[in-house]
């Protein structure tokens, strides 16, 4: 950090230079990190993605797009994104349908205020754990033999046990499910700031007025929250496309790829069939993908401005 | 206004307590099964709280060296990690808050969008790049690509924290005659200690939770990281349902007592990505 230190007393640079450089010495650090390990690797993707046989042939050959054709032409690939998708459109649409229950409870007059703030605690719960703990604690409950099956046989709901990870029928709900339950609290937590900020002035006005709850809830509370919804639920919609270690840890993409997404797709070509010029193909749609959304989620917080 | 037994009141209390068997009875399940013997956890009918409360698990967890490493492992990489972040982003957040230059907007735009950017796309370069230098299998590869990941939040944080802060407050060490170092170190960062705190608390968590990366760029076992290890006891052919359980409790310790003593900062970090900018 000296060049910073020495910027302020170096006597010659004219004081305009000065207030020019100054900012991008502070910036320094972060630009050169972002452009070596952010935008290098982007491009040795992207160029990794045109050429046969990368990392494993010292001289491998350009083939243009033949990477993308031979990947579009394979069932695998349009399987995966066809998970991808139910996976992570049923993740958002419940995630934002359980955070918005919870943080209406949250928010609710009828409830003790001690008691709101203790429930919160407990309802973040999920977010604590990390996907890995988050798979290995449903894959105990979710066990053939395991406190789930056990509780549904209790109670005639299904008549034997379900293996719900190993069989094709079930495992891309059972995946899907585990995951709505470990990322509704993000959508809590920020539904119940934009709650907060709903003036008390409104609701009583539209009291007066006659409105019933639902009215107030779809005409004031809806409106109201609609940036928070948009904005978390592109976001969310990112992310959960690029999911990794929970299906790595519950399925693996089994069985038969009844549950493979795009992320385990690629990393299965990358790391266990080596064909890293395909993987970089398929690392390049998934990054392609992501960026559209972010376009849009971009587009949108700038709208808000 | 609230009437003691609408039938509102009655539903939203009922909502509350289901919600809280969601939340919480994985959770719960998890942390009496670390407590119970491994024998005992298929046991019928399945019972929430053990028989017999053993701590077999944890000690065969702190007997094993291998395993005590992973946390090891673990709680280095991921200090590391969230200093480097920390100087690196107080510096950035710096002069996006308090300088304006040609570049600031585009900086910033890019810095956003580098959040949503797929960790399995840098995944392939990233080996290619660590194997060309004699990175692979080494703290420092987990440690410079777990710093891009945790940066763009971290610089939108403090920048968000700079931002609440009176510009009079450094803007003087200047007119003094004191350079805009002295004025960031000397005056700014110890007026924004409770928004390092919450920064550093989210780096943290990030570095700590990793598991791509940490899976793909290290190969020996002194070398993993607590996500790792618990995948490497889960591929074992018996399953030590108990110890598995206990070693996911101590691997969400630190996050835990974080959680709970700094909840304002937590939530903080965790809206990072949806703030306004």
């Known amino acids: ?305 | 206004m609230a009437k003691p037994f609408s039938i509102l009141n009655i539903m939203t209390y009922l909502g509350l307590a289901i919600g809280l068997v969601y939340a919480c009875f994985p959770v719960l399940w998890m942390l009496f099964s670390s407590l119970k013997s491994n024998t005992e956890i298929f046991s019928l009918p399945p019972a929430l709280f053990p028989k017999e409360f053993t701590l077999k698990a944890y000690r065969s967890i702190f007997g094993s060296p291998m395993k005590v490493r992973f946390f090891l492992n673990s709680y280095l990489v991921a200090t590391v990690v969230t200093l480097l972040t920390l100087f690196v982003a107080i510096l950035a957040g710096y002069s996006f808050s308090r300088h304006s230059f040609k570049l600031k907007k585009p900086l910033n735009l890019f810095i956003i969008s580098t959040q949503t950017v797929p960790p399995i796309s840098l995944l392939i370069p990233y080996f290619g790049i660590v194997v060309a230098f004699r990175m692979y299998d080494t703290y420092f590869a987990l440690i410079f690509t777990y710093m891009v990941f945790t940066l763009p939040y971290a610089i939108l944080l403090m920048t968000g924290y700079f931002n609440t802060l009176p510009k009079e407050l450094d803007e003087a060490v200047i007119i003094d005659g004191g350079s805009s170092f002295t004025a960031l170190w000397r005056v700014l960062v110890p007026v924004s200690i409770p928004g390092i705190v919450a920064t550093g608390v989210y780096t943290f968590l990030l570095s700590w939770n990793e598991f791509l990366f940490a899976l793909t760029l290290t190969k020996s076992t002194e070398m993993r990281t607590v996500p790792i290890g618990i995948q490497l006891l889960m591929g074992q052919h018996a399953y030590e349902w108990n110890e598995m359980m206990a070693m996911s409790i101590l691997g969400s310790f630190p996050i835990l007592i974080m959680y709970l003593v700094a909840q304002r900062y937590f939530l903080e970090g965790m809206t990072a990505g949806s703030v306004k900018n």
């Not at chain 1, 990054?287 to 959304?293: E, N």
């Open chain 1, 1 to 305: 950090m000296l060049f910073l230190k020495k910027n302020g007393f170096i006597p010659f640079i004219s004081y305009k230079t000065k207030r020019v450089i100054t900012p991008y010495l502070y910036m320094a650090p972060t630009i050169t990190l972002l452009a070596l390990l952010m935008l290098f690797p982007m491009i040795v993707v992207f160029r990794y993605s045109l050429y046969d046989n990368v990392i494993m042939n010292r001289n491998p050959a350009f083939v243009g797009l033949q990477n993308y054709e031979t990947l579009f032409a394979d069932e695998i690939f349009w399987i995966s994104m066809g998970n991808t998708l139910y996976f992570t459109l049923m993740s958002v649409i419940f995630h934002l349908l359980i955070g918005l229950a919870f943080a209406l409870m949250l928010n609710s007059k009828e409830v003790n205020s001690t008691i709101k703030s203790i429930l919160r605690v407990f309802y973040i719960m999920p977010w604590v754990f990390t996907a890995v703990i988050i798979a290995i604690i449903w894959r105990l409950l979710l066990d053939p033999s395991g406190v789930i099956n056990y509780l549904l046989q209790a109670f005639s709901i299904t008549g034997s046990n379900i293996e719900w990870f190993s069989s094709s029928a079930t495992a891309i709900h059972a995946l899907t499910f585990v995951n709505i339950w470990a990322g509704y609290p993000l959508y809590m937590v920020s539904l119940l700031a934009g709650l907060k900020g709903v003036s008390t002035v409104l609701y009583e006005a539209a009291s007066i007025d006659g409105a019933n709850e639902f009215q107030k809830f779809w005409h004031i509370t809806i409106p109201h929250l609609k940036p928070i919804i948009i904005s978390i639920a592109l976001l969310d919609f990112i992310w959960t496309m690029q999911v990794f270690p929970l299906v790595w840890m519950t399925t693996g993409g089994g069985p038969i790829h009844a549950t493979e997404m795009l992320s385990t797709y690629t990393y299965k070509l990358a790391f266990s069939r080596y064909k890293f010029s395909l993987a970089s193909a398929s690392a390049m749609i998934i990054l392609i993908l992501s960026m559209s959304v972010t376009y849009f989620y971009i587009k949108y917080q700038k709208s808000r401005d």
